[in-house]
């Protein structure tokens, strides 16, 4: 059966009041039969009555509408007829048309309004305020930053007290301005009769009343009275007379305190009665350059004071005398030396020495120029400390003069010394006092003895010697030796152990002079040895070398194991021990017997170096000679292995010299070699350098002296 569906006209709808969100139906055209359509973009609240859309366009919209449409947008102003729009709404731009406003009268309120105002006279324009145009409807002022027009009309101006004037510096005739009160509201003036250059600041008036005490420059000529007279003489203000012809033949009591300059024999036309003089005797001389005394000149208890000096021929007696009895006058050699002139020298000579006596009295006068001159106790060479004792302007500048009272306690000497230049200086001698006697800077004789400084040389000395130091080793020359200080008695055991440990005063030097080693062993046969171990050990480097290492001594023998003698220091130490023929630790084998002699005294030198200073196989630098050359007394070495023969070589470079004193000698397994017979010198700078075939297999020992004389 065929069912045909009919077009409904209409639709049965139910209110809905509830939901928020519901989408009204529409068709795609205005006629037809159209399915029913919704879109996102149009939206209904049924429970606020809500219709929203993107957009709502409209040719018009008729009818009576009401509701809400605070969410409408984008409505035409044209077509509003009624009603208030709200603030809110008004936000942006907007264009309004109105031939009339209603506005509502202010006339009390106390504050601060703007007059509105607009760009043009007529047409659609802005309203427009400005901060600098306001109103207040209180007082009824009315302020702008300016005003501009006629102000005919109004009233009540206050008076100006100011007014603007620009600078005129070039018109020469010009007017000031005057009123005819001190104060009141009165009309400015000027006169004919007082007129300012305004180019060269002259005010010109028919006359000035008042004081003017602060007027200047005003010409003579304008002056009623313009001279003075006095004396005879008549000078015109502003003149001067540099001689002036004055007649005092009418001036009583003039005071000679208001004489500048001298009368001449010619001024004088004859003789001053003495009636006209205070006193009678002699006041001054000047004119006369040769004047001479008729008769004794008494001092009558009073002084010749002034500068210059005194000469005479003839014998000066006076009761004492308080004056410096010699002066030298410093001169300056550029700035290597000053230059002395005056007492005890012929001319200007450098640097000389200077003597003096304790009790007088001396004078140095800096010409110099711009040396500083000072009395100093330190040395020459540097500025020094000052010595000021009896001394006036000491480190005396150029024009200045230095006062010596030389005191009796003065020392015997004292240097003078430029305090800019070291070069520039000298020695002061002060004579010997009545306990000593100073000959140069070296020698000083006095109750205790003779002190001197260098070498004192005489056919013979007697007494006691024992403070005698640095006596030279006889064993050069034959003689006994008196110098060895100590001794001492060691019995070395079956083990290394330290059998000395020399003293440690700071500054003393101990020189071994003899090590005897005894076999007393009874306990073997003829033919058996006894071997001997000895080393020293630096106490500053701690490195322990060897003297001797299994040296043997045959039953019944003895060895001395130094050729030549060993410098130790403060704290070094002697270690030995003694073996048997199969080389085991003895003890009650051997005895030893060693002297040495004490040294105070930094010139003796000593070098022990074993493993850890002969460290490689190339070139050592075992000493060098600095200060002064050396005298080397002793190069030992010391085999300090049981395996075998082995070689060193020992040299002497000075500068690109070089001088081998043995090259590859043989040092026999358990032996000692020292190779110098005689002292060997070598110069300051100069190198003793040691070359071994294998490491730890020869130790060497070095000692000496400093030559400083």
């Known amino acids: 059966m065929q069912h045909q569906s009919t077009t409904a006209t209409n639709v049965t709808v139910a209110d809905e009041s509830s939901d928020t969100t519901c989408f009204p139906l529409f068709a795609t055209a205005a006629t037809g039969d159209l399915a029913p359509k919704s879109g996102t973009n149009l939206t209904f609240n049924s429970s606020n009555g809500t219709l929203t859309a993107t957009l709502l366009s409209a040719n018009t919209i008729t009818g009576a509408h009401s509701g809400n449409g605070a969410g409408l947008t984008a409505l035409y102003a044209s077509e509003l007829t009624s009603g208030v729009v709200p603030a809110a709404r008004m936000s942006g731009t907007y264009n309004i048309e109105s031939a009339t406003f209603t506005v509502t009268a202010n006339n009390s309120a106390n504050e601060t309004v703007y007059p509105v105002f607009v760009d043009g006279a007529t047409g659609a324009q802005g309203a427009e305020t400005d901060t600098g145009l306001s109103y207040n409807p209180s007082t009824g002022l009315f302020t ?89 003489v008549s000078v015109d203000l502003g003149a001067s007379d540099s001689t002036p012809a004055f007649n005092l033949s009418d001036a009583t009591n003039y005071p000679t305190s208001s004489l500048s300059g001298t009368i001449t024999n010619a001024q004088l036309a004859g003789s001053i009665a003495d009636g006209k003089l205070a006193s009678t005797f002699l006041k001054n001389v000047v004119e006369d350059t040769t004047p001479q005394l008729g008769g004794n000149l008494d001092l009558n208890s009073k002084f010749i004071t002034g500068t210059g000096g005194l000469n005479v021929t003839g014998v000066v ?87 010596w009272n030389v005191q009796f306690d003065a020392p015997d000497v004292l240097y003078y010394q430029c305090t800019s230049h070291a070069a520039m200086g000298g020695k002061i ?82 020189v071994i002079e003899s090590i005897n080693v005894a076999n007393i062993d009874a306990s073997v046969g003829v033919g058996t040895t006894v071997n001997i171990i000895a080393s020293i050990q630096d106490a500053t480097a701690a490195e322990q070398t060897y003297i001797a290492y299994n040296v043997p001594i045959v039953n019944g023998g003895l060895i001395e194991l130094i050729k030549n003698p060993i410098v130790a ?111 060997k010198r070598i110069e300051t700078g100069a190198k003793i350098e040691v070359e071994v075939g294998s490491t730890s297999t020869v130790d060497v020992i070095i000692s000496g002296k400093k030559i400083t004389s």
Not at 207 to 232: C, K, Y
Not at 466 to 478: F, K, R, Y
Not at 585 to 600: I, P
């Open 429 to 510: 001698y002060i004579g010997n006092s009545g306990e000593s006697i100073v000959v140069g800077a070296a020698v000083t004789i006095n109750s205790s003895g003779i002190n001197a400084t260098g070498v004192v040389t005489a056919t013979s000395f007697a007494g006691d010697g024992s403070s005698l130091t640095n006596i030279v080793s006889p064993s050069s020359n034959g003689e006994f030796y008196t110098g060895i200080t100590s001794s001492r008695q060691i019995a070395p055991l079956s083990f290394e152990s330290t059998v000395f440990t020399f003293p440690s005063t700071s500054g003393k030097q101990y």
């Open 317 to 403: 007696t006076a009761t004492s005398l308080d004056a410096a009895i010699s002066e030298w006058v410093l001169g300056a050699n550029g700035s290597s030396d000053y230059t002395f002139t005056g007492p005890g020298l012929t001319g200007a000579e450098n640097d000389p020495s200077i003597y003096l006596v304790r009790g007088q009295k001396y004078n140095f006068k800096n010409s110099s120029g711009g040396h500083p001159f000072r009395i100093q106790s330190t040395p020459n060479g540097s500025t020094g400390t000052q010595y000021n004792d009896g001394i006036t302007n000491n480190d005396a500048g150029n024009g200045v003069t230095l006062n």
């Open 144 to 232: 702008a930053v300016a005003f501009s027009g006629s102000g005919a009309s109004l009233t009540n101006l206050p008076a100006s007290t100011t007014i603007t004037v620009a600078d005129e510096s070039s018109d020469t005739t010009c007017f000031p301005l005057f009123a005819t009160a001190a104060t009141g509201d009165l009309a400015p003036k000027s006169g004919t009769n007082l007129t300012f250059n305004s180019s060269t600041g002259a005010l010109t008036a028919t006359s000035f009343s008042g004081s003017g005490a602060s007027l200047t420059s005003i010409p003579n000529s304008a002056l009623t009275n313009d001279s003075v007279s006095f004396g005879g």
């Open 569 to 679: 220091g403060p704290s070094d130490v002697i270690k030995m021990w003694s073996t048997n023929d199969g080389y085991t630790g003895v003890s009650n084998a051997a005895e030893v017997y060693m002297n040495y002699s004490e040294f105070t005294s930094t010139d003796y030198i000593s070098k022990f170096a074993s493993t850890t200073t002969i460290n490689s196989t190339d070139t050592i630098t075992l000493y060098t000679s600095t200060s002064n050359p050396t005298a080397i007394e002793k190069i030992g070495f010391a085999n300090r292995t049981d395996t075998g023969d082995f070689p060193i070589s020992i040299k002497i470079t000075n500068g690109t010299t070089t001088s081998y004193l043995a090259k590859d000698l043989i040092i026999p397994r358990y032996s000692t070699v020292d190779i110098l017979d005689r002292p």
